[in-house]
C-alpha cells in the first residue's frame, strides 16, 4: 500500500469525495481515505502522479509520502511528520484575532443595542455609523477565517460541497443580508424615514456572521487538539526509535547514525542506553525493559544467544551483540507500520456513515433552501425566514459522522499497541469481538512447546534427588529432547552429572552406561523396554500408565538390575492457558483445540486446559479443512504460532499468531500478539468490543445530534412551542459536536483490557456439538490421499519428530502425522509413491516397518 498525504480536507464528505475519485483511476484496486490523519492508502498499479492529479481535480492536494527503505529511522521520521499538528496553533492564532474582534463587535451590537452600553457620542445615534462599523469588524473576521470561504466554494464549484461549504454559506449570507439591510437603511436615513432606519437595524446579522466563524474554529480547534490525543501511542512508538548506535569496527567504538547500522555489524549497549536495533546478544547478561513493545512491565533476563529487540531499554549489563535486523525489518519499525496502517485502512461499520456523508452536504444546503422559502411562503419576514436557513446550514455537522469510527479505531489500536496487541488493520480490530469461535493451536499456543520434567516417582530406597542425580549422569550425553527437560530440571536443583562410560544410545528403546566412580549399570527408557528385562512393581506400572493417560512420557530408570523410579515428562500447559480459556468461554465463546498429536495425549491437555472440544491427528491442510467446516458454525478464530497454522490463519475469519512464533504464521495473521501470552486473546476480543461500542455510541450521537438539530434549526417546532434556534447558537452547537465525539473515543484510554469484570457473552453464540465435530474429524480424515504405516521402535516424542522429519522429506509426502504410543505414521500424499521409498526412508533413522497400508 502506498500511502500519500491529502491537504483541504474537512470532513467525510471530502474524504469519500476523494476515495472516488482515486477509485476511478485505472490501475487503484483499493483507495482509503483518513479524515483523521489526512493521509490516503492506495493498492494497485497505478501511476502516483496520476493519483496526485485525480486528488487535485477533485478539489484537493496531495503528495506522496516518501517510501520507507532500509534506514533506521524511516518509518518513524515519516510517522512523525504526518502525525505532527500543524493545525492547533494555526486555529489557536485566528481564534485569538478573531475573538478580539468578535468581543468589540458584539459590544457595538449587543451590548449598546440590548442593553445600552456607553459608545463614544459619535455613534449614539448614528445608526449608519454603526452599521459601517459593524460591516468592517465582521469583514476583518472574515478575512482571518477566510479559509472556509477558500475551501467552502472551491469545494461547490467542484461540486463536493463539505463542511467549509455549509459555514461558507451560512456566515455569508448573514453577511449579505446584513450588507443589504445596511445599504437599505442609508436610504431610508436619506429620506427622513426613521422608523425604517430603526427596522433595518434590528435587521442586521453582522454579529451572526462573525460569530458563526468564530465558534466554529473554537470547534475546530478543540477538535484538533483531542484528534492529537488519538495517535499519542503511535507518535510515542515513534519517538522510541534510536537516533544512534555504538559499533565496534576495527576494534575501536564508534558512534554512528542509525541509518549507518547494516545487518551483521557488532554493536555494545551499556547500562541506561536504548538498544538501537534487534540483534543477538553475543557477551554479556543484563534486564531489558521490553515493556514499550509488549507492555510487560517486568524486564527481561537477556544472556548470550538471547534476542533483543530495537527501542528497548538496557538496564543493568554491558551487552555486546550483533545486528539481525536494522530499518523497517526491525520489530519497531513493523510495529509503527501495522499500526500506521491499521489507521489508514477502514472499518466496515464506517461504510455506512461514508454513505451518508456522500450526500449529507447537499441534502442540507437543499433542506437550508427549501426551509427558507417555505417560512417565506408561509408570510414571515425575509430576515426571519434567511435566520431558519442559516441555522440549519450551520447547525448539520458531517464532521462528527465522518470522525465516529477513525478516531475510535486510532485509539483502540494506540491501546491494543500499548498492551501489546498489534490489529494489523480497521478491519480486524472490528470484526475481532464478533468471534463466536476460538480455534487454539496446542503446542505452543496453549502448552510450552518444550518438553518439561512434570513427575518424580521414586522406587523403594530412592529419593526424588537420587533419582534425578542417577537420571541427570545417564541423559547428560544425549541429545534427546526428553533428556534436555532431565538436564534442565537438574540445573535447576545444582546437581552436576556424575561421569559415565560405555555410554549406548539404544534407538526407539533408550540409554545405558556405567557410572565412572562405582561402575554402576545405569539404564533408562520407555515402560515397555525396562520391563522386558527388568520387571516394574504392579503399583509402578499402574502410575505409569496412568501418567501415559495424562498425556505424559512416562521414563523408567534403572540401577544394577533395580528400579530407581520413573521420570515423566511432557509439554506442559502454560500458566495463563486455563485462566484465558475460562474467560473465553465467560464471554460466551467457544473453544476448540486443534493438534497433530495422538488422541490421548491431546485429550488429556484439552482436560487440563478447559476447552470445549478437541479435534486430534490433524495435518496443516487438515487444519485449514476444519476451520472451514467450523466457520459454518459461526464466526471463527484461529489462533496459532506455526508453519503449519499458517493456512488455517488465511481461512479464519479472524486469524490471531503468538508472537513469538514463526514469519510465516505471523504474515498470515490478521492480528498479532508481541508478548506471545494466550491470556491476551480475550484482551483482544475485549478490546475489539469495547471499540466497536464506542464506535456505535458516536453514531448514534452523530446521527442523533442531525436528526434532532437540523428540524429544530429548520423552525418545525415554532408554530407548536414558539422555539426557534439563533444561527449562533447553531454555530456553538456544531463546533462542539465533533468535539463530543473524539472525546467520547479518547475514554477508550481508560479501557481496562485485561480485566475481565465486565465481559458479556454473545448474544448469539456458536455451538459446535459432538456429532459436528465427529463429521469434522471425518472431513479431515479424508482430505488427503493417505497410507497407514506400522512402525516398531518408537517410544516417546523424539522418534516421532525423527520419523515425521524423514517421510515429509519425501517430496510426494505433504504430511505425516506420527504415533509412538500407537506405532504408527498416516502420511498424506500428493501423489504415487512405492511403498519401499517410505519403509527406507524410516528404516535408515533405525526403526523398523512392520506394514503399510
Not at 117 to 141: C, E, I, K, R, Y
Not at 362 to 371: E, G, K, R, Y
Not at 432 to 443: E, F, N, R, S
Request: with cysteine; glycine share 8%.
Amino acid at each position: 500500500m502506498k500511502q500519500y498525504s491529502v491537504t483541504g480536507m474537512s470532513c467525510a464528505a471530502c474524504s469519500s469525495r476523494i476515495e472516488k475519485a482515486v477509485s476511478r483511476v485505472p490501475g487503484v484496486t483499493a483507495c482509503s481515505v483518513s479524515l483523521l490523519t489526512h493521509s490516503m492508502g492506495v493498492e494497485g498499479t497505478a501511476d502516483p502522479q496520476a493519483i496526485i492529479s485525480a486528488v487535485e481535480t477533485a478539489g484537493y492536494g496531495a503528495s506522496e509520502q516518501g517510501s520507507s527503505s532500509a534506514k533506521g529511522s524511516s518509518i518513524a521520521a515519516d510517522g512523525e511528520e504526518l502525525l505532527k499538528d500543524r493545525e492547533t496553533p494555526i486555529l489557536k492564532q485566528r481564534l485569538i484575532y478573531s475573538a478580539g474582534f468578535l468581543i468589540i463587535l458584539m459590544y457595538f451590537s449587543m451590548g449598546h443595542m440590548m442593553w445600552n452600553w456607553p459608545v463614544p457620542a459619535f455613534f449614539s445615534d448614528n445608526h449608519v455609523a454603526m452599521g459601517l462599523l459593524q460591516l468592517l469588524l465582521t469583514t476583518a473576521v472574515m478575512v482571518i477565517n477566510q479559509k472556509f470561504f477558500i475551501n467552502g466554494f472551491k469545494s461547490l464549484f467542484h461540486g463536493s460541497p463539505n463542511m467549509d461549504t455549509l459555514v461558507a454559506l451560512g456566515s455569508g449570507a448573514s453577511f449579505v443580508y446584513s450588507t443589504y439591510a445596511l445599504f437599505a437603511m442609508t436610504g431610508a436615513q436619506v429620506q427622513g424615514d426613521m422608523e425604517s432606519v430603526m427596522t433595518y437595524m434590528h435587521e442586521f446579522y453582522f454579529e451572526s456572521a462573525a460569530m458563526i466563524l468564530t465558534l466554529i474554529t473554537v470547534g475546530k480547534m478543540l477538535e484538533a487538539r483531542s484528534k492529537g490525543r488519538t495517535t499519542n501511542a503511535l507518535k510515542g512508538l515513534m519517538k522510541l526509535a534510536p537516533k544512534t548506535a555504538t559499533l565496534v569496527r576495527d576494534g575501536a567504538e564508534v558512534t554512528v547514525s542509525i541509518d549507518q547500522v547494516q545487518t551483521g555489524d557488532i554493536f555494545v549497549v551499556r547500562p541506561g542506553e536504548n538498544i538501537p536495533v534487534d540483534g543477538i546478544v553475543l557477551e554479556g547478561a543484563s534486564a531489558v525493559n521490553e515493556s514499550a513493545l509488549t507492555g510487560e512491565s517486568i524486564p527481561a533476563d537477556k544472556t548470550a544467544g538471547d534476542k533483543v529487540s530495537a527501542a528497548t531499554s538496557n538496564q543493568s549489563g554491558f551487552l555486546r551483540c550483533r545486528a539481525t535486523r536494522v530499518g523497517e525489518d526491525t520489530t519497531l519499525s513493523q510495529i509503527i507500520q501495522m499500526v500506521s496502517d491499521a489507521a489508514a485502512t477502514k472499518a466496515p461499520i464506517a461504510k455506512a456513515a461514508d454513505r451518508v456523508s456522500g450526500v449529507f452536504v447537499p441534502a442540507v444546503i437543499a433542506i437550508s433552501i427549501i426551509t427558507t422559502l417555505v417560512w417565506l411562503a408561509a408570510g414571515q419576514t425575509l430576515g426571519f425566514a434567511l435566520a431558519r436557513g442559516i441555522s440549519v446550514l450551520v447547525i448539520s455537522c458531517p464532521c462528527a459522522l465522518g470522525l465516529a469510527t477513525p478516531v475510535a479505531i486510532m485509539v483502540g489500536n494506540g491501546m491494543g499497541a500499548k498492551n501489546g496487541i498489534l490489529f494489523k488493520t480497521a478491519v480486524s480490530l472490528e470484526e475481532t469481538g464478533k468471534m463466536q469461535i476460538v480455534a487454539l493451536d496446542k503446542t505452543g499456543t496453549i502448552t510450552e512447546g518444550q518438553p518439561k520434567v512434570t513427575d518424580l516417582i521414586p522406587a523403594e530406597d530412592y529419593s526424588e534427588a537420587s533419582l534425578l542425580s542417577l537420571a541427570y549422569a545417564l541423559e547428560a550425553k544425549s541429545e534427546h529432547p526428553l533428556a534436555k527437560a532431565i538436564l534442565k530440571r537438574a540445573e535447576e536443583e545444582g546437581m552436576r552429572p556424575d561421569p559415565v562410560e560405555d555410554f549406548k544410545a539404544l534407538p526407539g528403546n533408550g540409554l545405558s552406561a556405567l557410572r565412572t566412580k562405582d561402575h554402576s549399570a545405569l539404564t533408562g527408557g520407555s515402560l515397555a523396554f525396562i520391563n522386558s528385562h527388568t520387571p516394574l512393581s504392579p503399583s509402578l506400572t499402574s502410575r505409569a500408565k496412568q501418567l501415559a493417560e495424562e498425556g505424559k512420557t512416562p521414563l523408567v530408570f534403572t540401577e544394577n538390575g533395580r528400579i530407581a523410579g520413573i521420570i515423566a515428562v511432557a509439554d506442559t500447559i502454560k500458566a495463563d492457558s486455563p485462566q484465558a480459556i475460562r474467560e473465553l468461554k465467560n464471554m460466551g465463546i467457544h473453544v476448540v483445540m486443534l493438534t497433530g498429536d495422538n488422541e490421548r495425549t491431546a485429550r488429556a491437555i484439552g482436560r487440563q486446559a478447559g476447552v470445549d472440544e478437541v479435534i486430534a491427528g490433524v495435518l496443516p491442510e487438515g487444519k485449514e479443512s476444519v476451520i472451514r467446516a467450523l466457520k459454518e458454525k459461526g464466526k471463527t478464530c484461529m489462533v496459532g504460532d506455526g508453519i503449519n497454522d499458517a493456512p488455517a490463519l488465511t481461512r479464519a475469519d479472524m486469524g490471531i499468531a503468538i508472537g513469538a512464533g514463526t514469519d510465516v504464521a505471523i504474515d498470515a495473521a490478521d492480528v498479532v500478539l508481541m508478548k506471545s501470552r494466550l491470556l491476551d486473546v480475550p484482551a483482544a476480543i475485549r478490546l475489539s468490543r469495547a471499540t466497536l461500542q464506542n464506535i456505535h455510541e458516536n453514531l448514534f450521537w452523530a446521527f442523533f445530534y442531525n436528526v434532532i438539530g437540523i428540524p429544530l434549526a429548520a423552525g418545525v417546532w415554532y408554530p407548536l412551542f414558539h422555539l426557534k434556534l439563533n444561527p449562533m447558537f447553531g454555530a456553538a452547537a456544531m463546533s462542539l459536536s465533533s468535539f463530543c465525539v473524539v472525546s467520547n473515543a479518547l475514554r477508550l484510554n481508560l479501557f481496562q483490557v485485561k480485566s475481565a469484570k465486565k465481559d458479556k457473552k454473545l448474544k448469539h453464540p456458536a455451538t459446535v456439538s459432538a456429532a459436528a465435530v465427529h463429521t469434522i474429524n471425518e472431513e479431515k480424515e479424508i482430505t488427503a490421499m493417505t497410507k497407514t504405516m506400522k512402525i516398531e521402535g518408537m517410544m516417546c516424542g523424539h522418534c516421532e519428530a525423527a520419523v515425521k522429519k524423514a517421510l515429509e522429506a519425501l517430496p510426494q509426502v505433504t504430511e505425516a502425522v506420527v504415533s509412538h504410543e500407537k506405532g504408527t505414521a498416516v502420511v498424506a500424499l500428493n501423489g504415487e509413491i512405492a511403498d519401499e521409498m517410505l519403509k527406507k526412508a524410516v528404516e535408515d533413522k533405525d526403526y523398523k516397518v512392520l506394514d503399510i497400508q
